[in-house]
């Protein structure tokens, strides 16, 4: 055994580049397998002492273990194996650009995860706020590139000087797609419309916000199907956001009864239906009071309104079908009288 260890180790010190480069990789490739293990116990730690969900740590620490493990193979070759100067200088070189790059990873990875875990609603998986997380990727991302270079020796002043010439001719050439992306950025940030979000525009569209990119806002509407809007239309669209501040509203149905019926039996027996409802539909605010009011004496019936509350505004369709086969029934069986007329 001793011989066996005598060998390795002399052959690590003094042999040939091919057993240097075959012991790079392997250090390498245990130190990823090692930190990934690491990692993964770090993140199931992270996810129940905290509130942030498993998948953001997951995000948070993408790449982490990989970019880390080489790291370790780096510093391994270069503290165990005797090699020459200049290869131990390409190595340094390349463990600083590696620490540059997984430092940029890292916050790219931090900051989008807290950005789609404030401004996307809580249990909306399909939400995604990209174009904010685009434009922050990017920025951060070129930043860890202009430090690679300045580790590297390279000026990056000239490269500095370009991008400002070449970023105000595309702002001149791309002025809709610039008006397109900062209308996003503005509407996010602003909270005037979180991922999750249902809205219903002037212009009639209507449905559940999932994904504002750096041009368009996508809508998904009550059928599955997709709207796309762009950025600068919702900024300066009146629009009417169901979720703002809370996601329960009030919805009043119309009924229509003749001059035979009693107006007090008809109110309690209303309301009683409304109360049966409210209480026993999934999609009802359970404890909420329904009104009953009488607001026209028409041609042919008195019109009234029942107003009920529900938990959201897409559940409205089914509340009053159930609502509407309950009065029906009720109605019948107490002899109140609806308005049925043949135009």
């Known amino acids: 055994m001793d011989y066996i260890v005598n060998t390795f180790t002399y052959e690590l010190e003094h042999g040939g580049p091919h057993v240097h480069f075959l012991a790079f990789i392997l250090f390498i490739i245990i130190g990823i397998a090692i930190l990934h293990g690491v990692f993964r116990g770090v993140i199931e730690v992270l ?16 790449f982490m273990p990989t970019l880390l493990g080489i790291l370790l193979g780096i510093r391994l ?8 100067d200049f290869v131990q200088h390409i190595l340094s070189y390349h463990y ?6 997984t430092v940029t990873f890292f916050c ?44 590297y020796g390279i000026s990056i002043s000239p490269l500095l000087t370009a991008l400002g010439a070449g ?16 209308s996003g950025i503005t509407t996010l940030v602003s909270k005037q419309v979180h991922m999750g979000d249902y ?16 041009r368009n806002t996508t809508i998904r509407t009550a059928t599955g199907n997709m709207v796309i809007v762009p ?6 669209a009146t629009l009417t956001n169901y979720e703002q501040p809370l996601a329960e509203c009030t919805i009043s149905i119309p009924l229509t009864i003749t001059y035979d019926n009693d ?12 109360r049966h409802i409210l209480d026993h539909s999934e999609y009802g605010v359970t404890g909420f009071e329904p009104l009953v009011r009488y607001d026209q004496m028409g041609e042919y019936g008195i019109s009234f309104k029942v107003v009920l509350r529900i938990r959201n505004i897409v559940d409205e369709a089914v509340l009053k079908h159930q609502f509407i086969k309950r009065i029906y029934t009720t109605y019948k069986k107490e002899n109140i009288q609806l308005l049925i007329r043949h135009d």
């Open 77 to 84: 070759t270069k503290d165990i194996l005797n090699l020459p």
């Open 167 to 182: 970023g105000l001719a595309s702002a001149l050439a791309l002025q809709d797609t610039l008006a397109n992306l900062f």
């Open 231 to 236: 950025n600068k239309s919702i900024a300066t």
């Open 108 to 151: 790219a990875h931090t900051v989008s995860s807290f950005l789609k875990d404030k401004l996307s609603k809580s249990g909306d998986k399909a939400a995604t706020t990209s174009i904010l997380t685009t434009v922050v990727d990017l920025c951060v991302y070129l930043m860890g590139v202009l430090f690679i270079l300045s580790s």
């Open 263 to 274: 107006l007090q039996h008809v109110e309690d027996v209303t309301l009683g239906v409304a």
């Open 199 to 214: 809205i219903r525009l002037a212009s009639g569209e209507a449905g559940r916000v999932v994904d504002m990119n750096w």
């Open 96 to 101: 600083h650009s590696v620490v540059i790059i």
């Open 47 to 62: 996810s129940r002492v905290t509130k942030v969900p498993r998948d953001s740590w997951r995000n948070v620490f993408r």
